[in-house]
């Protein structure tokens, strides 16, 4: 952890025998209180000064007090990385607990669901992860016994896993039939007139085709989705359902969507009917609800702009 990346209070200094040594400085305090020279210890200790100040007594009663605790104790101490997240997650849960009075961490809260609705239905899986930030939030309080140990927390993992497994599952099959109904997904297609060619990726990035056997097997379920045939009505074996599979896999990691991508390869062929036939229980275009952006080869697009960012650091 770099210097600027130090909570607020919290300053190294560099000894002259090149070891790095920590100290604490609040304005409260008259002169600096050296930490030492190990990183996790001097975070530890300066969480638990924030922990003296705040919140009143070290006793919570209300959830947004334990909130804002996790926000200004917690959060700064974690990887730089997950902050921003930790950030918004923890922002959004105090809008929603604010909408119902700040409830006591006793009394009767609002049932998951009414969570995943003041949400909105194209934030399922973002909902999700704020639900379980919340069950994380709890148990570190009650490791330092901000809430009683055995006081158990309103809101369960189980069933928010069951709901956004059902969510992912949806945009899943929003994905499958995105590319199975796209000309792209035919390797040998053309733009269509109205579009423009995606710029030429250097050859290095350019993904290898298949052999001419999954070529066979995926055009076959592709051109009989893009004639307007049903998905679910479409019967395929293993060999065609496994390689059409693996190419879904590969298309959304070059798209940017490496956890779609994840689903993509963990689904068992004989699943991908049950997964096609969920656009039959919803009436909208896209089950899911969400705005699928594919066929950008985002993923690759972004290494290159990498790769040449560093080039030019270097030659500088």
């Known amino acids: 952890m770099s210097k600027r990346d130090l909570p607020l209070g919290l300053r190294q200094r560099k000894q002259n025998s ?4 920590f100290y604490l400085k609040t304005a409260a305090m008259q002169k600096e209180s050296p930490l030492g ?8 200790a300066w969480r638990n000064h924030m922990l003296e100040l705040y919140p009143v007594n070290r006793e919570a009663t209300r959830i947004l007090t334990v909130l804002g605790t996790f926000r200004l104790v917690e959060i700064p101490i974690r ?11 923890i922002s959004a849960l105090e809008n929603f607990f604010m909408k119902y009075n700040n409830p006591e961490l006793t009394a009767m809260w609002p049932a998951t669901e009414a969570y995943f609705d003041f949400r909105g239905h194209s934030h399922e899986l973002r909902a999700g992860a704020e639900i379980r930030c919340l069950i994380h939030v709890w148990g570190w309080a009650q490791k330092l016994s901000l809430i009683a140990p055995n006081q158990a927390c309103p809101w369960v993992g189980k069933v928010v896993g069951d709901r956004v497994r059902l969510a992912v599952r949806r945009e899943l099959c929003d994905a499958l039939l995105n590319i199975a109904g796209g000309d792209d997904f035919l390797l040998h297609a053309q733009p269509a007139a ?16 298949h052999p001419a056997a999954d070529l066979t097997r995926h055009t076959r379920f592709a051109t009989q989705t893009q004639a307007g045939v049903d998905p679910v009505d479409i019967s395929f074996n293993e060999a065609e359902a496994t390689s059409f599979l693996r190419l879904a896999a590969e298309r959304l990691t070059w798209d940017g969507r490496p956890d779609l991508a994840r689903e993509a390869r963990r689904l068992h062929w004989t699943e991908l009917q049950a997964i096609l036939s969920i656009s039959r229980t919803s009436a909208t275009s896209l089950p899911s609800g969400a705005k699928l952006v594919l066929r950008t080869q985002r993923s690759a697009r972004l290494t290159e702009l990498r790769r040449v960012r560093t080039t030019r650091a270097r030659r500088e």
């Open 18 to 21: 090149g070891k790095v040594h």
């Open 37 to 44: 020279p190990h990183l996790e210890a001097a975070l530890v």
């Open 79 to 89: 990887d730089t990385r997950s902050r921003p997240a930790l950030q918004k997650q």
């Open 194 to 209: 109205d579009e423009r060619p995606a710029p030429a990726l250097p050859p290095h990035l350019v993904p290898v085709h």
